[in-house]
């Protein structure tokens, strides 16, 4: 398997935190070398290991953004 590259271009929050210090965080990546997008995922501490996230460009992030107001208004 090829290796993986990262580089954590800016950190924008922690949206919560485990025992053992990993955290679910919102950040800027660049993944292997490419445009930067979006980034959710659980991180350890120093984001020398992640866990499974999903990466959105920005105008996935608005679409979220726009659909998220509407589930958290609209509460079933």
Do not use: C, F
């Amino acid at each position: 398997m090829a290796d993986i590259t990262y580089d954590v271009l800016k950190h924008y929050g922690v949206i919560s935190e485990e025992r053992g210090g990993w955290k679910k965080e919102i950040n800027l990546v660049s993944w292997n070398g490419k445009n930067p997008k979006i980034d959710i995922r659980d991180w350890a501490p120093g984001h020398e290991k992640m866990g499974k996230g999903i990466t959105l460009t920005q105008e996935e992030a608005a679409a979220l953004q726009d659909l998220l107001a509407v589930a958290l208004e609209k509460p079933e």
